[in-house]
């Protein structure tokens, strides 16, 4: 965060993290220090892109301007003024628009990355790359205490401190071969951290995840509360860390409006859900790993079925 922010200075700066806002000077510093440097003036045989950068200005706006509903012009088109057709865009979007476009650039480097294996050693491919978009954005954000983070799906989710982020990166890539865990737990994270919260439901698919990958590692199990106790049989686990996994699936099986219905009125907030997310988390780290030094030490293996 700078000085004049950091200190209250700014008459014009709110504070606290900016959340339900994308003030003029936030959207300036985007496009100039991250997008221009993205952007080439397309859909025009005079104009060369010698440096192979990967967005063309006029169809990029139109992408844009499909998801903030405004209508081009003629001089969106131009290639004299298309620029300043992509910058009107940005500017004048709602506050919530213009996160949407934020994603969306993301999502366009993404599906642009592919063309540039092979490439030619003079072009600069990595910068070129969604990973630094990503880090790009996330530092302005930082910077100006952003309430928001681009994960690595180029979706915007409520801002970590940067070792839990990682952690929570590391959870999902962790289960790529528990398909279904997966599923469950980008479900969690969205209902948890993204722009639409559902805390019931992150909850409900925290202990899914969870459920999941115990159900592959140990099968024949139709429950976690069955998982749990073929772990507490086996003693695979300490008991008394088994018993803190018992009650969190007391927990979310208790919790109006989470695994079951009822007749109260659901009252999990934000902080329930995030953390039952980073419980989750941790639990199918941990269950992950033990059960691969269990292997290692046998010489054996496990299938691994859904």
Same mark, same amino acid.
């Given at each position: 965060?700078?000085? *004049?922010?950091?200190?209250?200075?700014?008459?014009?700066?709110?504070?606290?993290?900016?959340?339900?806002?994308?003030?003029?000077?936030?959207? /300036?510093?985007?496009?100039?220090?991250?997008?221009?440097?993205?952007?080439?003036? =397309?859909? !025009?045989?005079?104009?060369?892109?010698?440096?192979?950068?990967?967005?063309?200005?006029?169809?990029?706006?139109?992408?844009?301007?499909?998801?903030?509903?405004?209508?081009? /012009?003629? *001089?969106?088109?131009?290639?004299?003024?298309?620029? !300043?057709?992509?910058?009107?865009?940005?500017?004048?979007?709602?506050?919530?628009?213009?996160? =949407?476009?934020?994603?969306?650039?993301?999502?366009?480097?993404?599906?642009? $990355? #592919?063309?540039?294996?092979?490439?030619?050693?003079?072009? /600069?491919?990595?910068?070129?790359?969604?990973?630094?978009?990503?880090?790009?954005?996330?530092?302005?954000?930082?910077?100006?205490?952003?309430?928001?983070?681009?994960?690595?799906? *180029?979706?915007?989710?409520?801002?970590? #401190?940067?070792?839990?982020?990682?952690?929570? =990166?590391?959870?999902?890539?962790?289960?790529?071969?528990?398909?279904?865990?997966?599923?469950?737990?980008?479900?969690?994270?969205?209902?948890?951290?993204?722009?639409?919260? /559902?805390?019931?439901?992150?909850?409900? $698919?925290?202990?899914?995840?969870?459920?999941?990958?115990?159900?592959?590692?140990?099968?024949?199990?139709?429950?976690?509360? =069955?998982?749990? *106790? @073929?772990?507490?049989? $086996?003693?695979?686990?300490?008991?008394?860390?088994?018993?803190?996994?018992?009650?969190?699936?007391?927990?979310?099986?208790?919790?109006?409006?989470?695994?079951?219905?009822?007749?109260?009125?659901?009252?999990?907030?934000?902080?329930?859900?995030?953390?039952?997310?980073?419980?989750?988390?941790?639990?199918? @780290?941990?269950?992950?790993?033990?059960?691969?030094?269990?292997?290692?030490?046998?010489?054996?293996?496990?299938?691994?079925?859904?």
């Amino acid at each position: 965060m700078k000085f *004049s922010h950091r200190n209250g200075f700014d008459p014009n700066r709110q504070q606290g993290p900016i959340v339900e806002d994308a003030p003029p000077w936030l959207r /300036d510093e985007f496009q100039i220090s991250i997008l221009s440097k993205l952007t080439y003036v =397309d859909l !025009d045989s005079r104009q060369k892109n010698k440096e192979m950068l990967p967005l063309g200005i006029k169809s990029l706006n139109e992408r844009l301007c499909i998801e903030t509903q405004r209508q081009m /012009d003629d *001089s969106d088109w131009d290639t004299w003024t298309c620029a !300043d057709g992509l910058a009107y865009t940005l500017k004048h979007c709602e506050w919530y628009q213009f996160y =949407d476009c934020v994603e969306v650039v993301g999502e366009q480097l993404k599906s642009v $990355e #592919p063309s540039y294996k092979g490439a030619p050693g003079t072009i /600069d491919v990595a910068a070129f790359s969604f990973a630094a978009y990503r880090k790009k954005v996330n530092d302005v954000f930082t910077k100006h205490n952003v309430g928001w983070r681009l994960n690595s799906k *180029s979706q915007l989710e409520s801002a970590l #401190p940067k070792d839990l982020a990682d952690r929570m =990166d590391g959870v999902e890539a962790g289960l790529d071969k528990f398909e279904a865990a997966r599923e469950h737990f980008g479900k969690a994270k969205r209902y948890a951290l993204g722009t639409h919260r /559902d805390c019931e439901n992150s909850i409900k $698919e925290s202990v899914s995840a969870f459920e999941s990958v115990g159900k592959v590692l140990h099968d024949r199990t139709a429950t976690l509360g =069955d998982v749990l *106790s @073929r772990m507490k049989k $086996e003693g695979s686990v300490p008991p008394m860390l088994v018993s803190v996994m018992e009650k969190f699936y007391a927990y979310a099986n208790a919790e109006p409006g989470v695994r079951h219905g009822g007749v109260q009125k659901p009252k999990s907030g934000d902080m329930d859900a995030e953390l039952a997310l980073h419980l989750s988390g941790a639990f199918i @780290r941990y269950i992950i790993e033990v059960q691969s030094q269990e292997i290692n030490e046998n010489g054996g293996s496990v299938e691994e079925t859904q």
